[in-house]
Nanobody
Framework: QVQLVESGGGLVQPGGSLRLSCAAS????????MGWYYQTPGKQRELVAR???????NYGDSMKGRFTISRDNGKNTVYLQMNSLKPEDTAVYYC???????????????WGQGTQVTVSS
């Protein structure tokens, strides 16, 4: 009923840029916080950045200063602009969102399917 669909991952050379998108769709009444996380093999998922519906932003320590989160509330979409990419940024990137919706209506945290970002020459 509610789903998050990510796009924009891929292979990029060190120093390059990528823009990830994550669109929420389905039976949605309201979206609160949205965020991006990353995960490498054998490690826990970690925060990249989160953004509130009002635009308040919190960044994790790893990518602060190089990555920028934004959202378009009219499109139910959150973005992650990734600049100055490094090989150590290679990971699966997941978006999530706290959404009031579905049937029956409830507040639930949804996750996208993940998109692979590989930084390599």
């Amino acid at each position: 009923q509610v789903q998050l669909v990510e796009s924009g991952g891929g292979l990029v050379q060190p120093g390059g840029s990528l823009r990830l998108s994550c669109a929420a769709s389905g039976s949605i009444l309201r979206i609160d916080d949205m965020g991006w996380y990353y995960q490498t093999p054998g490690k826990q998922r970690e925060l990249v950045a989160r953004i509130t519906a009002e635009g308040g932003i919190n960044y994790g320590d790893s990518m602060k200063g190089r990555f920028t989160i934004s959202r378009d509330n009219g499109k139910n979409t959150v973005y992650l602009q990734m600049n100055s990419l490094k090989p150590e940024d290679t990971a699966v990137y997941y978006c999530n969102a706290d959404i009031l919706g579905g049937l029956p209506v409830n507040m639930h945290t949804y996750w996208g399917q993940g998109t692979q970002v590989t930084v390599s020459s």
